[in-house]
């Protein structure tokens, strides 16, 4: 059973400090929501979880089974299993869907091994058709023209066929009408199981009908200021961050 | 919002009219060492000056005419037979009471004095060869800056003056730029003092009265570090048969952290062969910033530049030009990058009318291993009649991984549809033509000072008239 | 000092003293000589060629002053120390066999100007008047259709120096003629090889799709030995006539030591289509004009270039978008991927000629810049004599965004792999411009090839 442990974490970009202090653990098949108003450090957590060139640590640890990733570069924290769906995923001009992903399950295999192509769409097309996409969509250019819910979908789809141990998913729920958010939770929840640790990061608790977490924590201003069950989802529906603002920031072993 | 500014004598007609003025100096007709000796005699220069001068006549007579870009069009100049230095009366007047009654009137006429009581920091009018008037607010020249004709300029600031004269643009630069170094006369000299920011423009106006003569005014602006200071000027000539030159070379150095703003509008009659170059050097965090206007003419030939030698230098050129029947106006922009996390900007919009030519030349120059470097053109041309003409030619050069640069131009016109629509709105066909002219230069002319973007709209509707049908 | 030798006439067997064209003092001499042509050539072929040979040698070469050179080494053009490609027993079957297209509607295979081998093309083709053949052949069989079509269109972008060597050196490339109404759905396929050292070539092309016809034709040009010094001087005509559709390929693969000067002229009938691809990989320095006269209304010409220029390599690329009549369409789409010292010149016009109303036209070239000594100038351009038009033009010059680059990277791909991905798909957009997903599959492998 695979675990990350983030570990007293400082994080600054362009000089600015943006988390301070931050303590999180958690574990392959698992589900944990992270939530927090705007500005919090939700993102920021994602993408230096990922290795983005711009956000520098400036203190503590990201471990993966006690080991520390952050000398890693961000397709060898892949290849280890850390996927991130991202917010806003990058439209990749010319290069299509399907040769996108044989080249990151080709950079999966041993060298001298080759992709098997019949397998690849095999499997692609089952996890497609989970994620009600059309098939002329592996021809298309990475997100190249798609909508909001495609770009989600397609994020879910590079989930599905790279079976990492450990999703980020950064604020998958944004932008999606609730069909689509339907579709992407259906697709994240059969995908969930022993074998995956799930980080859902997001402001909103409307997520938190769909894929219902094990753990929720709050955070702002850089850190977790506070975890609990999934209710705690609830009373942040209503009551909102206000009242968590003032409050000491906890250490949270999961 | 004054309804009007007649210092900026944008309408054609009122630019065009004529006041027998007798200069008292004249350096003859034709080009010659003994001309370049009789200016340096009438100005009183020092040796270095007519060195200069000699030296920069000879480069003149070694050049070949730029017959490549603007055509045949340029052999129509007959240097022989033009006059290359024109004055009368003694040495530049401050006040307006000391400038002699013929002289006087055409600025009056033109509305100069007006417009310096209202927002001007400071004015200088150029009568054919010489200023004849300059001068600057009090509050503005305690504040250490110094706004003097070219002559009084080399004579009395050389520590500054020949620091930066002839640096930014070199008299081998074109063929142009040598005339004008052999010859020049008139312009500013301006410095502006560290730190200092003079909240009012300072404008020049250029009056070409005489016949067969051309004007070649030198001007130099050095920003220290710091200044900031908004230039403009105006030109106007009344309409000759023969051909008219005016061939100036403009110098801007703007100092760490300076920012310089050269605003033209230029309506000159169509005989006037305007063969301008402009240059500014941009050092660190400094800005340059070239705002445009060229209607009339006969053939202009500009494409102001910025060479951004200083870490985070910006440069921009705004540009509108306006061809009409007869007239080709050949602009555009450079922008030579010389350091580090550079930026420039250019945009450019023509419009041709009737057989009007207008042509857009650019050159953007980004060196290797320079970082962070972004140049971003737009140029649109619209074309009104179907014997309009545009051209674009700009050449882009990029080294390197770390630079990026951005050009797209379009050509299009007013669509049927449009001016219909407006027609259905009660529009006459010409008031719809020129309501979509302004449209299509809207966004750049408001970047103009509002004192000149009223005069622009207005001259835009009369260029506009008669261009259908 | 050039020479200009009255003796050196076309039939005449070359002597020493007909070699020197360019030399000067100093310089060795080009061994270029005017005897390309043989008595077997009707007559007035080999007065042109003769014609072609004073015209070559009395015109300058390029100066740097030259606004048609502008940007251009023109170092590489000194023509010293070449000489036409001489009979070569080299074997070329296993390098066709590996470039072949799986189906196409016939083959030839040249090697140093030489034919050596030519599919007989389906007798039904034959039987509905296709002729597809060496030029040599059509000089005896289509001397009259030639007489009228080779290289009827004067060299606009600067290379007139270039084209009449060509005229006077030509001896080998294709005639194909495809009449009216017949379609073809496979491509043809010719391929010229060079072999040897300062071997040099004049590969020739020459379609004519008569009205309503449809067809299509791939070039390939390749050095057998990757580093030697040639050089090529090609040109290619394409006269597609109205409502025809020609689908012209050029995948040129000279050595990374080549000179190459390729002159194209396509000239485009009443609602007819040509398209008109190069790939560009080989050679030191090579220059593509490309001229596409809408000569008819209703035409459209798509110019599309794919470029992988690497090491100390320099492409040339001139074109011409001209509009002569109302209602065309032009669209260039050129895209440059410059990896280490490489250079890249895109200098492109579009001309609305007066009267040419209603034409649409674009140009944009983009050039992705993967080092740091790598440079790009472009030079789009535009002369618009005509009012009602839609012309745009872009240039824009840039590298991979850190962003992209990142996405790729947190899927697992690693850098270089990341990077070659990202620089298929950006010349992958051109070829998605093809309708033939066979022939755009078949391409895609060239680029990938010079990827690796």
Redesign the interface.
């Known amino acids: 059973m695979s675990a990350i442990v983030i570990r007293d974490l400082f994080v600054s970009i362009h000089k600015q400090e943006i988390i301070r202090g931050l303590n999180l653990g958690f574990k392959q098949g698992e589900v944990h929501a992270i939530m927090g108003p705007n500005g919090s450090g939700k993102s920021t957590l994602a993408k230096v979880m990922s290795g983005h060139p711009d956000y520098e640590v400036t203190g503590g640890d990201i471990l993966l089974d006690g080991e520390s990733i952050l000398g890693l570069e961000p397709d060898e924290r892949s290849r280890r299993g850390i996927f991130m769906a991202f917010q806003y995923p990058m439209e990749i001009p010319g290069v299509s869907n399907a040769n996108f992903l044989r080249a990151a399950l080709q950079a999966r295999l041993p060298e001298g091994e080759e992709l098997e192509a019949t397998d690849f769409y095999r499997r692609l097309y089952e996890k497609m058709d989970l994620l009600e996409m059309r098939r002329e969509f592996t021809a298309r250019a990475v997100n190249e023209g798609f909508s909001g819910g495609e770009k989600k979908r397609n994020e879910i789809l590079q989930l599905a066929m790279l079976e990492p141990r450990f999703a980020v998913l950064d604020e998958t729920d944004s932008g999606l009408d609730i069909d689509a958010l339907r579709i992407v939770a259906h697709g994240v929840n059969t995908l969930r199981g022993p074998n995956l640790g799930v980080l859902l990061i997001t402001h909103y608790q409307r997520l938190l009908n769909y894929i219902i977490p094990d753990y929720v924590h709050v955070m702002s201003r850089g850190r977790i200021v506070r975890s609990g069950g999934k209710d705690l989802a609830l009373e942040l529906e209503a009551r909102g961050y206000d009242w968590l603002r003032a409050d000491e920031p906890q250490t949270v072993n999961a | 919002m004054s309804t009007s500014t007649p210092s900026l004598e944008l309408d054609r007609d009122i630019g065009n009219f004529f006041y027998d003025v007798k200069s008292t100096r004249d350096a003859g007709t034709g080009l010659t060492e003994k001309t370049i000796d009789y200016i340096v005699d009438a100005k009183a220069e020092p040796d270095w000056i007519r060195d200069f001068r000699k030296q920069a006549l000879r480069v003149f007579r070694d050049k070949p005419l730029p017959t490549s870009w603007a055509g045949d069009e340029l052999s129509a100049i007959d240097f022989d037979a033009i006059r290359y230095y024109l004055a009368s009366g003694g040495a530049t007047k401050r006040t307006w009471e000391e400038v002699p009654d013929d002289i006087k009137r055409t600025f009056e006429r033109l509305g100069i004095p007006e417009s310096e009581r209202k927002f001007l920091a400071g004015v200088e009018a150029q009568f054919d060869s010489e200023a004849v008037y300059s001068n600057i607010k009090k509050a503005v020249s305690d504040q250490g800056v110094i706004f003097v004709g070219s002559t009084e300029g080399l004579k009395n600031h050389p520590e500054i003056f020949r620091k930066w004269f002839g640096k930014v643009i070199p008299t081998g630069d074109n063929k142009f730029s040598a005339l004008n170094s052999a010859v020049f006369s008139g312009g500013s000299f301006i410095y502006v003092p560290p730190g200092v920011k003079v909240k009012h423009p300072l404008q020049a106006y250029f009056r070409i009265n005489a016949e067969n003569f051309g004007q070649f005014e030198r001007t130099l602006i050095i920003a220290d570090e710091g200044a900031e200071l908004m230039y403009m000027e105006g030109c106007t000539a009344p309409r000759f048969t023969t051909a008219t030159l005016h061939s100036a070379v403009v110098e801007l150095v703007a100092l760490k952290g300076a920012k310089i703003q050269y605003v033209t509008v230029q309506n000159w009659s169509p005989n006037v062969f305007n063969l301008v170059t402009k240059r500014g050097l941009a050092m660190e965090e400094a800005e340059i910033k070239w705002i445009d206007c060229n209607i009339g003419s006969r053939l202009t030939m500009k494409y102001p530049g910025v060479v951004l030698k200083g870490r985070k230098a910006r440069g921009e050129v705004i540009s509108i030009a306006l061809a009409n029947d007869g007239q080709h106006q050949d602009t555009g922009a450079k922008m030579v990058h010389a350091a580090d996390e550079t930026t420039s900007n250019i945009v450019s919009k023509s419009i041709s009318v009737g057989k009007g030519r207008a042509t857009y030349r650019g050159l953007v120059h980004v060196p290797k291993h320079l970082k962070g470097c972004k140049n971003n053109t737009e140029c649109d041309a619209l074309l009104i009649n179907s014997q309009s003409r545009t051209d674009t030619y700009p050449a882009i050069t990029v080294r390197g991984t770390g630079n990026s640069t951005q050009h797209e131009a379009s050509v299009s016109q007013i669509s049927a549809e449009q001016i219909f629509y407006m027609q259905q709105r009660g529009l006459s066909e010409g008031q719809a033509m020129s309501l979509a002219v302004n449209g299509f230069v809207n966004d750049l002319v408001r970047q103009f000072p509002m004192e000149y973007s009223v005069e622009l709209k207005r001259l835009i509707d009369l260029e506009m008239e008669g261009s259908v049908g | 000092m050039a020479l200009i030798m009255p003796a050196c006439r076309p039939t005449s067997r070359p002597d020493a003293g007909c070699a020197t064209i360019m030399s000067t003092a100093t310089a060795p001499p080009s061994l270029l000589l005017p005897g390309a042509v043989r008595s077997e050539s009707p007559p007035w072929f080999q007065e042109l060629q003769a014609a072609a040979w004073a015209e070559f040698k009395s015109l300058p070469l390029p100066a740097r ?1 030259d ?1 048609t050179w ?2 251009s080494s023109l170092k590489a053009l000194s023509l010293d120390g070449y000489s036409t490609a001489s009979e070569t027993s080299a074997d070329v079957r296993d390098l066709v066999a590996e470039r072949a297209l799986r189906r196409r509607a016939g083959r030839m295979v040249f090697v140093n100007d030489r034919l050596t081998a030519i599919d007989d093309p389906d007798p039904s083709l034959k039987d509905r008047g296709v002729v597809f053949t060496s030029l040599e052949e059509a000089l005896g069989t289509h001397g009259e259709l030639l007489r009228k079509h080779f290289m009827s269109q004067p060299a606009r972008l600067g290379s007139q120096k270039f084209a009449a060597l060509h005229r006077a050196l030509v001896r080998a490339g294709t005639f194909l003629y495809v009449p009216q109404g017949v379609e073809l759905p496979q491509p043809f396929e010719v391929f010229h090889f060079v072999d040897g050292e300062n071997a040099s070539v004049f590969p020739h092309t020459l379609v004519i799709a008569e009205p309503l016809s449809k067809v299509a034709l791939v070039d390939h040009f390749i050095s057998l030995d990757a580093s030697a010094p040639g050089f090529a001087c090609g040109v290619n005509d394409l006269i597609v006539r109205d409502q025809a559709k020609l689908a012209y390929t050029s995948v040129q693969d000279w050595s990374q030591a080549f000179v190459s000067v390729q002159i194209n002229s396509t000239l485009v009938g009443r609602d007819a289509r040509a398209m008109n691809l190069a790939l560009n990989f080989g050679g030191r320095y090579s220059r593509l004009e490309s001229v596409s006269r809408l000569e008819a209304e209703g035409g459209r010409s798509d110019m599309l270039a794919v470029t992988v220029a690497g090491q100390d390599q320099e492409f040339d690329q001139r074109t011409h978008q001209d509009h002569l009549k109302p209602n065309t369409t032009s669209d260039l789409l050129y895209k440059n991927a410059l990896f280490d010292d490489a250079r890249t010149i895109f200098s492109g016009l579009i001309k609305v000629e ?2 040419a ?1 209603r034409t649409d036209a674009y140009q944009k070239v983009r ?1 992705l ?31 991979i ?4 680059l ?10 270089p ?2 990077q070659r ?2 620089v ?6 051109v070829l ?1 411009r093809l309708d033939n997903p066979e022939l755009q599959e078949h391409l895609r492998s060239e680029v990938d090839r010079h990827l690796l």
């Open positions: 002053t606004e502008r940007y007066p009267g109303h050039n810049l993967l080092s740091e000594n790598a440079e790009a100038n472009s030079l789009p351009g535009l002369e618009i004599l005509a009012d009602d038009v839609r012309c745009t033009h872009g240039a824009t010059s840039g590298q965004e850190e962003e992209e990142f996405y790729l990277k947190s899927r697992g791909i690693p850098l792999a990341a991905l990202i298929r798909g950006f010349l992958n957009e998605d």
